[in-house]
């Protein structure tokens, strides 16, 4: 009971301490601090992200983790991804499926972007201390969604787990043409997003769609769209999105 009534209070989330006292900060931080300022969403959800790398920088990376991203090289590779091919990770974050994916390619055939310049760099730890050097991989710390900083580039898979989830509609559009230029001419971009009945918010950093929207969204920014079946982690919905004609 006393162990329950602990979690109800401090719990890190849907606790009372979350929705009473972080959320409610969160969202004063993001007007005052960004909103007003003209800063943007994505100036705000770095900052967020990075402070919880801080938060959590002598706390080991978990097994259970590290798992989830053999789970996304092993899913690209029942979807014909092979050691030759060029892979854009957007959204890396730890690099929990770069190590995995880079593991798997052949050298260079790796790029991993986040806005997080913190988690990048524990990420770079983690492949170093797994074995794998510096000059095997690619990686950026990107401050908006244009992907700029890949001009020139192109890449036959494209792979975005659990980040359209945490991005507003506008970004989401930036990101898809900029993605879309990125693409091989025969490339996929695989993404998830988080399935509603109607367009949602929630947390302030969780973005609900419905498939509609999405498949419209994808639309719109000159790709195709076509969910995939056999994904089953988390919950999300996996699309995969190729240049339409």
């Known amino acids: 009971m006393i162990e ?9 989330h849907n606790s009372l301490r979350y929705k009473f006292f972080v959320l409610p900060r969160e969202w004063l931080i993001y007007f005052l601090a960004y909103r007003l300022r003209g800063r943007s ?22 097994q259970r983790y590290l798992g989830g991203g053999q789970i996304h090289r092993d899913y690209l590779v029942a979807h ?4 030759h091919h060029r892979l854009l990770d957007f959204g890396c974050g730890m690099l929990r499926s770069g190590l995995h994916f880079i593991r798997y390619l052949d050298d260079n055939r790796y790029v991993g972007v986040d806005i997080s310049g913190h988690r990048v760099e524990r990420g770079i730890r983690l492949l170093s201390d797994h074995g ?9 710390v990107v401050g908006d969604c244009r992907l700029r900083e890949l001009t ?33 001419p025969d490339g996929a971009f695989y993404f998830t997003f988080a399935e509603a009945d109607r367009r949602r918010r929630m947390n302030i950093k969780d973005f609900w769609y419905t498939r509609a929207d999405m498949q419209a969204l994808c639309a719109d920014c ?24």
């Not at 794998?132 to 950026?140: K, N």
């Not at 970004?171 to 693409?183: C, P, Q």
Request: proline share 3%; net charge neutral; hydrophobic share 45%.
């Open 132 to 140: 794998i050097p510096a000059d095997r991989f690619e990686t950026h």
């Open 80 to 83: 014909g991804l092979l050691a």
């Open 4 to 12: 329950t009534i602990k979690k109800a209070l401090r719990g890190r």
């Open 41 to 62: 969403w994505v100036d705000f959800y770095a900052h967020r992200l990075d402070a919880y790398v801080a938060g959590d920088a002598n706390r080991p990376v978990s």
């Open 152 to 184: 020139g580039q192109t890449f036959d898979y494209v792979w975005a787990n659990s980040v359209v989830t945490h991005m507003p509609e506008s970004d989401v559009r930036t990101a898809f043409r900029a993605i879309r230029g990125l693409l091989a």
């Open 222 to 245: 000159g790709l195709d769209f076509a969910v995939q079946e056999d994904w089953r982690d988390r919950g999300d919905v996996m699309v995969c999105a190729r240049r339409a004609n």
